[in-house]
């Protein structure tokens, strides 16, 4: 009898839906999910640490902890093998510790896979996951171009019993599947490894539900699922779909349909209004057409447009393919599938190829992240050797926890901390240091003689405003009145009691602004920067005159920096993010005085 596994909360939580559904609501889903009857929740991963470290608001391990502490089905986690749910592979030590994290904060199933499919690199993750007496279900990845790619999975798989596999998954992050070869590689990989098998993937027209059909038929056990929205508008199997069809083959499941019904109400209720992207139909089709990720595909056509060279995606998605066969085939699963894309836009956008080479290319090209399914072309491993030289191998350590517990300078104040400074660097001192801010204010609010009972009422509508959404609560009770209330700053709040120290909002600018100021938003989703490089004066400063067509900043994603220039003349009112912050789609970066006459520059 087949069981699924639900992943609607993992794939709120990560871009491009993170942050468009309150915590508040994320976790009501969880609630109603949890009496469904799946066989995990897979709640967090990659992309769900990644956006929360960037979008710098909350710890990606306090919203494990609050889904945890409102359901009992076991909770799942998907990790990248050595690089866990960053882009660069870590050190031994912090590998240990960041599983002992997670199985401290709720997580009981680890979905573990190697970006190379190369085995050996899960054995630290592997042995720490099973020595925390939680499950270990190993996934290897299927990305076709090979006519001997069934054959290398089911090598691999044969080595998955020393690592105390309960589980082997085959998960397909391309959408390129087919039914036949679903039956195939169930059948092969149970054989191989004598462990039951489980399927996840990703696919559109239909094609992964038959995909999961046809795995259950011959043997699978566990099926990955999203809820209807996130089934659409993401291409994953929409769980009320495969439930009923399953039941009408006479394989039943358990899980109740009318939860998963439930829980899709509150998702459309955000989301609804939304057309189909990030998947627009054209950006899928190349995607099917190319066997790429549809969401790698996506990615290239919003900077291909940054670049005013929308019209060559299909030029980018033919290199993408040729430097997968160059640089030995490997699979596209995350973060391998980027960093091919990012070498490929500057092939494509410099029209000369390898002419710079990115250095986590030339890690991957090197042996930096282990072994690729085949042999890397000569030319290129001597090309990015001479350009470059040889990069580290995973056999040099990069640093151990000590070494990041030294450079953070007491800001690692837990074992949490910790391995998000390890992973995230900068990125998640940021993040650290808000958290810390948004606790200071809540200390600062909660001073004076207000008895520790009605400190706790505070508390919880704090904690109501942060999750919910709501932009303002007030009460009254006993004499005393409340208001609660969301300030312009991501994740802040400002709260009013009488007799106590009002914190202040963090305003979005001179409120007493004119109206006819100039904004300048964020084009794309990205890191911003004042200068070109560090150590060099900004762009600008608060008072300059700046010209139609000049740099006010330049915003680097995926790894490309592009200059942000005004359209209009102007003087420079006010800058709103800080030099190296992460922005957003609309994310107010400048606001300009408009000036009577054209400055003379």
Known sequence: MPQLVDTTVRLLSQEPLAGKIPTGEILRIAGILDGAGFACLEVSGGGVFDAAVRRGV??????????????????GMALRGRFLVGSKPVSTDIVRRFVACAAENGIDVFRLHDPLNDVSNLKEAGESIVGAGRQLHVGLVYSPGRTSEADALVEQAKRLGELGAARVLLNDPTGALLPHVTQ????????????????????????????????????????????????????????????????????????????????????????GDEPLAPLAPRIAVRAAQYDLPAGLVAALDLHLR????????????????????????????APIGQILGSQALLNVLSARRYGTVLDEFRQLVTGGYGTPPAPIEPAIRRAVELLGGEAPTLADDPPSAEDVREAAEGLA???????????????????????????????????????????????????????????????????????????????????AVPGLVAVAPVEAGDMGAEASSIRIESPMVGVFYRSAQPGVPPFVDVGDVVAAGQTLCVLEAMKLFNELKTDVDGRIRAIHVDNGQPVEFGTLLFELEPLATPPVL
């Open 58 to 75: 909350e710890s990606p391990w306090e919203r494990i902890r609050a889904i945890d502490a409102r359901t009992t089905t076991p909770l």
């Open 184 to 271: 195939e590689l169930v059948e092969r990989l149970r054989e191989a490894s004598g462990l039951p098998v489980g399927l996840y993937v990703q696919a559109a027209a239909g094609t992964a539900l038959a995909n999961a059909l046809v795995a259950t038929r011959v043997g699978a056990d566990l099926v990955a699922t999203a809820v209807y929205p996130l089934g659409l508008a993401l291409h994953r199997i929409a769980g009320e779909s495969l439930v009923e069809a399953l039941h009408g083959l006479g394989r039943e499941t358990g899980v109740d349909v009318s939860r998963l019904w439930k829980a899709s109400d509150v998702v459309d209720d955000h989301i």
């Open 306 to 333: 940054a670049h005013a060279s929308g019209d060559r995606l299909l030029d980018a998605l033919v290199e993408v393919v040729r430097i997968r066969e160059e640089a030995g085939w490997p699979p596209l699963a």
């Open 413 to 495: 104040s837990s074992e949490e901390d910790l391995v998000l400074l390890a992973m995230f660097g900068g990125e998640a001192e940021t993040l650290l240091r808000s958290i810390r801010q948004r606790h200071s204010r809540e200390a600062t609010l909660l001073g004076g003689d207000v008895d520790l009972q009605r400190a706790e009422r505070i508390r919880e509508l704090v904690r109501i405003v942060q999750e919910s959404g709501v932009g303002e609560i007030e009460i009254e009770d006993e004499g005393m009145r409340v208001s609660v209330r969301r300030a312009d700053e991501p994740g802040s709040v400002v709260a």
